[in-house]
């Protein structure tokens, strides 16, 4: 089982965003959150940016996370790309990310995504991730409990 408190890992994350994208764009070079010395392009890149962690009931929290994916084609001597061809790539991955969900470990994250802008040779997007963790022990709030409540509705 889930252990509580346990927040996930952005790692898991991470790499299960990179598998969607691996069976989107076959043959591409995989980077998870480094650009490697030996870039090959075509290639993709998912970078984490931060997380946010909201009250969503007395022992859940909503956890979002925000990633980075960048799209990188092949490059002229210019290193001018082909510009159509990445917004098209752009398209595609949004429609990857249109689905419900993702798996990642235990968890089914819920997605967003939007483009997020484009250079001569790389395209951005930006990615969502919505889950529930369950709160860690200890953090809860003990509430009074109502024994008693009065309500008076007033006619006009």
């Not at 909201?54 to 510009?83: A, M, S, W």
């Not at 990615?127 to 006009?156: M, P, S, W």
Request: charged share 25%.
């Amino acid at each position: 089982g889930r252990k509580v408190g346990r927040v996930m890992d952005k790692a898991v994350i991470m790499n299960a965003i990179s598998e969607e994208l691996q069976q989107r764009f076959p043959g591409w070079q995989a980077n998870v959150n480094i650009k490697r010395k030996d870039f090959q392009r075509p290639a993709f890149l998912v970078s984490y940016l931060t997380s946010t962690q909201q009250d969503n009931g007395l022992n859940v929290v909503l956890c979002t996370d925000y990633f980075e994916i960048t799209l990188y084609k092949e490059v002229d001597p210019y290193h001018d790309t082909d510009r159509p061809f990445l917004l098209s790539a752009v398209s595609s991955a949004l429609g990857l990310f249109s689905k419900t969900h993702i798996i990642a470990g235990d968890r089914a994250l819920n997605l967003q995504a939007s483009g997020a802008g484009m250079t001569d040779n790389e395209a951005q997007i930006d990615l969502q991730t919505t889950y529930f963790e369950l709160r860690e022990a200890g953090n809860t709030v003990d509430y009074e409990t109502i024994e008693k409540a009065e309500i008076t509705i007033k006619e006009e």
